[in-house]
């Protein structure tokens, strides 16, 4: 079955600088791929998400990329911002989704 | 949010007492998942529906049933609660291929 491998595990940045999560899938048959926030004690949230015919797609300070030959795919955040501290979750699906163990942002002020 | 709702959201049981979650939802959506959520795990996929009556198993499916007799509620059971299925439960609901929506949540403790 499908399996997601997502770095780093914990990430710090500074306010106003770029973060950047990526993660790996192993089955090539996935075609969908979604990305969730989560604030402490919320429930997961989508961000943004792209689909194998694209290779990158953007939503205003957020940006997803797919390298579909290499089997990876990376979240974009620039300009952060404190509020964009909170644990982030990539996932792969080819039918179910299969989620990555989540990366703690934080971004400090 | 999209219209999921999860009771309880919170419950406190003793090891080897039947559990049952509900999650109720007023989309209509087709599909409907249970997953877990534990440290270092991130969420992983217990049960799921893909219409009344037809259910299938997920990656961690050991001691959990689910039902699902209306569109609208998906029912995940512990038949006997053990204090490795403390954990927080989030149901999730979506048409084929489509983006999943996530309920609230359920923190579950099991003594």
New interface residues.
């Given amino acids: 079955?499908e399996n997601v491998e997502?770095h780093p595990s914990t990430l710090s940045v500074q306010e106003g600088d770029s973060a950047v999560i990526k993660c790996t899938y192993s089955d090539s048959a996935s075609n969908?791929f979604?990305w969730?926030k989560q604030e402490l004690g919320?429930?997961?949230?989508?961000i943004i998400?792209i689909r194998s015919n694209v290779g990158e797609k953007k939503d205003q300070r957020i940006a997803v990329t797919l390298n579909k030959t290499a089997k990876h795919f990376s979240l974009h955040i620039t300009e952060t911002q404190p509020e964009d501290s909170a644990v982030y979750?990539c996932?792969a699906s080819e039918?179910?989704?299969?989620?990555?163990?989540?990366t703690i942002l934080r971004v400090k002020s | 949010d999209a219209g999921i709702t999860q009771s309880p959201r919170h419950k406190v049981t003793e090891t080897g007492t039947p559990v049952t979650l509900r999650c109720h939802q007023t989309e209509n959506h087709r599909y409907m998942y249970w997953y877990r959520q534990d440290p270092g795990h991130g969420l992983r996929l217990i049960h799921y529906s893909y219409g009344v009556k037809d259910t299938d198993k997920g990656e961690v499916s050991d001691g959990y049933s689910v039902s699902r007799s209306k569109t609208e509620d998906f029912l995940l059971t512990l038949e006997s609660a053990t204090s490795s299925q403390t954990s927080v439960y989030f149901c999730a609901i979506s048409e084929p291929q489509e983006t999943q929506y996530f309920g609230p949540g359920t923190r579950l403790l099991v003594l």
């Fill in positions: 079955g997502q969908y979604p969730y919320k429930r997961p949230q989508l998400d979750f996932a039918g179910k989704l299969v989620f990555g163990a989540g």
